[in-house]
């Protein structure tokens, strides 16, 4: 069988945001059933917030098994996702993942936004105009039809900035807000995708029935929310329980001592039917990490996509060879 290599440009080409809410969706609903596991995330970390990731999924019912790796550094990061056969250990391919890696990580916002946002909903604040927010307010409107976004960025010009990219990419009507708490009054969904390391969102900023995606905070030194948002929420979501106890400042500061973690559902039993919003529902939350299962449902997707399609490169499977032990090299 022959592997491929998957460029940045071909991933865009093949692949939309609808195909990867579908895929997560799919990937989720499978994981729910034990048709995937996932591989718990690992990372290292050094420097001034330079870290290496790495998580990874078994997916026993499609066949394949896969790896995603990356470097987070001040100057960006070069994504590898990696998909071998389950049964044989043969490469299949290998896909250049930063776009993918977005698309992901959108498509989860929108699975958590579809299942536990208000069906109502229609206005949405995004904290943070890097790498990630385009595709997260992109997201959110493919499952709730937005009719403003509200935007804000401790920079006046970044927020000014991605408002008026938000109108001309996505036909949204957007606007800066002045401050956090001006952002988020009364909107009925939140995203926080920042790098902040100091809680800026706090429950009392929230409007009764919002709906919270935070994405930002990943690593322990990183915060995005204070502790008193988790006593309005009657849902609180994860992508993987395990990676909150691990590596999320916030779900450790707020959990840790008291152990009640029965109350944080996997967003996959979500996606089962293990719950739903309630119309008296006050606050849902769901905190996504970044987790093999979604990363790779999107990438087998993307694989037959390519397949079908004859796109990426070929990749001879690579040679295996006998080491001669106790022989020094010439």
Known sequence: MTARWISEAEV??????????????????????????????????????????????????SGIVGTKTWVHTAEGATPLLILFDADS?????????????????????????????????????????GRQALAQVAA????????????????????????????????????????VAEAVDGAPLVTLATRARQPFLRAAMLARGAHVNAIGAITPERVEF?????????????DSVPAVQGLSREFRDHYGSRGDWNTVMPL??????????????????????????????VAIELMSRAERTGRGRPLAQPEQVTVKWGRSPK
Do not use: Y
């Open 12 to 61: 865009a080409a093949v692949l939309d945001l609808r195909a990867a809410i579908a895929g997560v969706e799919a990937g989720l609903v499978a994981e729910a059933s034990g048709a995937a596991e996932n591989m718990p995330k690992t990372h290292v970390q050094w420097g001034d917030g330079n870290s290496l990731h790495a998580i990874g999924a078994v997916f026993t019912v």
């Open 268 to 297: 996959s039993q979500i996606v089962a039917g293990a719950a739903r919003r309630k119309p008296a529902t006050d606050l849902t939350l769901c905190k996504a990490m970044g987790v093999g299962v979604s990363d790779v449902a």
């Open 226 to 238: 204070s502790g008193d948002v988790f006593a309005r929420c009657g849902i609180v979501a994860v």
């Open 140 to 179: 959110v409107a493919a499952v709730r039809p937005l009719r403003a976004v509200r935007v804000f960025s401790p920079t006046a010009a970044h927020r000014e900035a991605f408002a008026a990219r938000v109108s001309d990419e996505l036909g949204l009507a957007a606007r800066a807000a002045g401050s």
């Open 89 to 129: 250990g043969a490469l299949r391919a290998v896909i250049e993942a930063f776009a993918l890696g977005q698309l992901r990580t959108g498509a989860v916002s929108a699975v958590a936004t579809r299942w536990l946002a208000a069906e109502t909903a229609d206005e949405m604040a995004i904290i943070g105009t």
